[in-house]
């Protein structure tokens, strides 16, 4: 504990930090738009089937182990994961059946629509599986693009980050893991959170 204030003490005059309220002027006013994206009929049938496969191992989990309170917690958080995942895409956890899911499709035609219109933008997954589908798409239909997770080494993230800002590239693919670092990408004038939030 003593080592790591000690640390803290002499790193801190090297970490900038700033805070929303001493940066708001900077920022020009934020507009969130929310994309619903309708899954079609097979899709639907497997997002609901997984539902209900979800709710019956919890419940299956809940009433065979009422006392183990972490288990329990696990099994529902592997629960909701997965069903974060399938909501991605079905090939996240059913890669057997070759379903591309609508939320894919309608990324490709939303990245298309924001190319055209001179737009760039940052693009953030927690699941760096789900961003390779979205880069097969970006591939498909020609865009350029560039690519951030956990496993960049840092020279190559600063070099990517540099090629962003300097216009190589419409679009920024970005895990959250790697996008909790401090990045400061302005070029960029959309941000597109891929994942269904946790909290609808």
Not at 83 to 88: G, P, Y
């Amino acid at each position: 504990a003593q080592s790591a204030r000690r640390l803290r003490r002499l790193l801190s005059p090297f970490l900038k930090r700033r805070t929303k309220t001493e940066v708001l002027s900077d920022l020009p006013p934020r507009t969130e738009i929310v994309h619903e994206v309708v899954p079609g009929a097979k899709e639907r049938a497997l997002l609901e089937a997984l539902r209900q496969q979800a709710e019956a191992s919890v419940a299956q989990s809940l009433s065979t182990s009422p006392g183990r309170e972490g288990q329990n917690r696990f099994q529902i958080l592997a629960a909701l994961t997965r069903l974060r995942r399938a909501a991605c895409d079905p090939r996240l956890v059913a890669p057997e059946l070759g379903l591309i899911g609508a939320k894919v499709l309608e990324f490709e035609r939303l990245a298309l629509e924001l190319v055209a219109g001179r737009h760039k933008a940052l693009v953030f997954s927690q699941f760096t599986d789900f961003l390779a589908l979205l880069r097969e798409r970006l591939d498909l239909a020609g865009l350029g693009y560039q690519y951030l997770d956990g496993s960049t080494p840092a020279a190559e993230r600063n070099k990517r980050i540099a090629a962003f800002q300097a216009g190589a590239g419409d679009l920024f693919l970005i895990s959250l893991k790697a996008g909790g670092f401090g990045l400061n990408l302005t070029a960029a004038d959309y941000v597109i959170i891929a994942d269904p939030w946790w909290n609808p």
